[in-house]
């Protein structure tokens, strides 16, 4: 049982590289979300996909982008990355919009240097 | 955005019962979340309330007053592995979830 995959786990980058966070859900939820968490601040929602085909900002989009080609995939990528999107980023999915929980994947971890 | 607060820490004895609140103010609501995060894990699903009232899930209880955007997690019988950071998270009406910053829970001996 695979749920929710992250890859990487782990990444350190240098400022002004592009960098694609995968994310992958073999539970055939049609929401899936990208949040980050920062200490003291808690997670913030980036990017989210109600459904395959539809993306939506969130609390903190700017510098990140999204898609949502099918129903498992959603990588997030920095086109540019800069130091204050180090972070640990959580991809997350429901199978409702409007009551399920969200399930998490493990996070992945990025140090811009 | 969402306004969510709870305490940053609180810190109680193996066998006793801590309360966490959370009182928040959103662009309409549906529904209150309550997850559990050990230090370096991914965040897991506690309690879900859309109405008012408690709902009680073996040691956990999470209680929700819409009117007075109010809940609270409730920990009975704390043991040492519940010791972890408790995020209160709603959704709003677009159907966001917005987390706050979460109350890290120290369970002494």
């Known amino acids: 049982i695979a749920g929710i995959t992250q890859a990487p786990t782990s990444q350190i980058l240098a400022a002004g590289r592009r960098m694609t966070l995968r994310c992958t859900q073999d539970m055939r939820h049609n929401a899936m979300y990208w949040y980050r968490q920062d200490l003291g601040l808690g997670l913030r929602l980036i990017h989210y996909s109600n459904t395959a085909g539809t993306t939506g900002k969130g609390e903190v989009p700017d510098g990140y982008s999204v898609s949502r080609a099918n129903t498992d995939d959603f990588p997030l990528t920095l086109a540019s990355a800069v130091p204050s999107q180090t972070s640990v980023y959580f991809c997350a999915s429901s199978d409702r919009v409007d009551t399920g929980e969200l399930f998490f994947g493990e996070g992945s971890r990025l140090t811009v240097l | 955005g969402q306004n969510i607060d709870q305490p940053t820490e609180m810190t109680a004895t193996e066998g006793a019962i801590v309360q966490i609140n959370c009182t928040y103010q959103t662009s309409g609501f549906n529904g209150l979340f309550w997850y559990q995060q050990h230090a370096g894990e991914a965040p897991t699903f506690l309690s879900y309330?859309?109405?008012?009232g408690l709902e009680e899930k073996g040691r956990f209880s999470s209680f929700l007053s819409r009117s007075k955007g109010y809940s609270y997690l409730l920990l009975k019988e704390l043991q040492m592995k519940d010791s972890a950071s408790y995020l209160c998270?709603?959704?709003?009406?677009?159907?966001?979830?917005?987390f706050g910053a979460g109350t890290t829970v120290t369970v002494r001996a």
């Open positions: 998270a709603v959704r709003d009406g677009d159907y966001k979830l917005s």
């Open positions: 309330n859309v109405l008012d």
